[in-house]
C-alpha cells in the first residue's frame, strides 16, 4: 500500500535549542548568533530533504521562534506556534493542526536534527511502514528519529529519554533498514563529525566548524 505522509517536525527556541551543539558552530564558543545558524541550518537540511521525499505530502514546523519562522517562511515552509512547551506538546499540536485523527490523514513525526538526511532514506523508511504505526531508532538504538503514526489513529508521540523503548511498547513497528542518514541525529559535537562522514546538508556544512 502506497502511503502519504503529513510530517510535523518541532524546532525549540533557537537560544534553547541543542545546548549540547554549543562551540560546534563556526564562530566557537561565546557566539550566539553563531549557534543560533548553526541549529536554523540543520533544521533547514532535515526540513528540506524531508520536503523532497516521495512518499511526503505536508511538512508542518512547530516552532515559536520568531527567526526560524521568518528563515522558514520565505523558504515557503509552513510553520505553526507552538501551543504550550514541550516536545510531545508540539508533535500533537501539529497533527491536530493537519487534521488529527479521524480525518483521513496520515501523520508522522520527524526529528529535526538529521542534517545529512536523503530524501531517499526518509521515502523508503516511509514504504517499508507500508501504513502501519511505525519508528526508526536514532543510531545509537534508544531514541527515535521518525514516527509514523497508524492512518486516521492519534499520533500518540513518545519521545524522550528511551523512547525507543516506549514507541516499541506502544505497539509501534521498529523499522531498521539501512539508512544511516535517517538514524543519524545530532546532538553532540561527536555525532555532528558522525553526519558529516554521511555528507551534511549545504547549509550545515557551511556552519559546522570543522574541528575534529
Ligand atoms: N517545538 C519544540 N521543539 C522541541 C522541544 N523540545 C525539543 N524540541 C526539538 O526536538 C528535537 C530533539 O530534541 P533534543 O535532541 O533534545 O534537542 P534539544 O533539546 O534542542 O538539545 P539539547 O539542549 O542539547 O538537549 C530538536 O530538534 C529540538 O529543537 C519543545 O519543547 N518544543
Ligand atoms: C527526544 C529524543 O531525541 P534526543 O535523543 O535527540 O534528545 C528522542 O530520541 O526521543
Redesign the pocket.
Known sequence: MRSYLDLVV???RLD??????VGAADGGIGDPQAHADL?VAV?LDTILAATAADGVRDVVV???DPMLTAVLRAEGIRCVA?AE???N??YRHGASVLGGSGSGRHVGAL???LPALRSAELAAAIAAADGKRAFVPDRQGTGTTLLIGAPDEPLDPR?GVGSAEAHRASGAIELIGDWPSLRC?V?TEADLAVAAQLGLGARTQQRFRLSA
Do not use: H
Open positions: 518541532p524546532v525549540k534553547r535549542a541543542k545546548s549540547r551543539l541549529v533544521a512547530v516552532t515559536s507552538e512547551p514541550g516536545l506538546e508540539a526529528q529535526a536534527d519521545f541525529d546532538d
